[in-house]
């Protein structure tokens, strides 16, 4: 290959769209603190984690890592961020350190995010200068009512 192909390669390279570049708001270290309501199969407790966003190579996705604790429990997750341009809407997958994986669709409106997942659900809202998140998670009760999980607030770690 010559150096000219590989220009013309290099210029191919697909490139993120519009959709993908708003999703650079969530770039960075947060740190997230929340409650996590009673429910019949568990006491009320408190949610402390670090929550950290940084693009794939590429810049079509986002790595989310979580670190942190639900009351006693650990919890570490890894998700995936990404666009379906086709269905015009935001996917996230989900996988965490006790084998639970998951699949979401996702929703980022002027300041307006919101993830939807068979039994969770979440809706959240960025602050005016995009360094606080604060939202709330429901879950799917009995199969058609929505209960409130949990409320949280993720805050930007300054640079």
Do not use: C
Request: net charge negative.
């Amino acid at each position: 290959m010559t150096m000219i192909d590989e220009t013309q390669d290099l210029q191919q390279l697909p490139s993120p769209g519009p959709e993908h570049r708003l999703l650079e708001i969530f770039v960075g270290k947060w740190n997230t603190e929340g409650e996590i309501r009673a429910t019949s199969s568990s006491p009320a407790a408190r949610l402390i984690a670090v929550d950290t966003y940084e693009w794939l190579p590429g810049g079509f996705f986002l790595i989310h890592k979580v670190d942190g604790h639900m009351g006693n429990e650990v919890v570490k997750t890894t998700e995936i961020i990404g666009y379906d341009s086709s269905k015009k809407t935001y996917f996230t997958r989900s996988f965490d350190n006790q084998g639970n994986a998951g699949a979401y669709l996702a929703n980022l409106r002027d300041r307006f995010w919101t993830i939807n997942g068979e039994l969770e659900r979440f809706t959240g809202e960025f602050s005016s200068d995009g360094n606080t998140l604060k939202g709330k998670w429901e879950l799917l009760s009995d199969g058609s009512n929505w209960q409130p999980w949990m409320d949280i607030k993720l805050t930007k770690e300054k640079l």
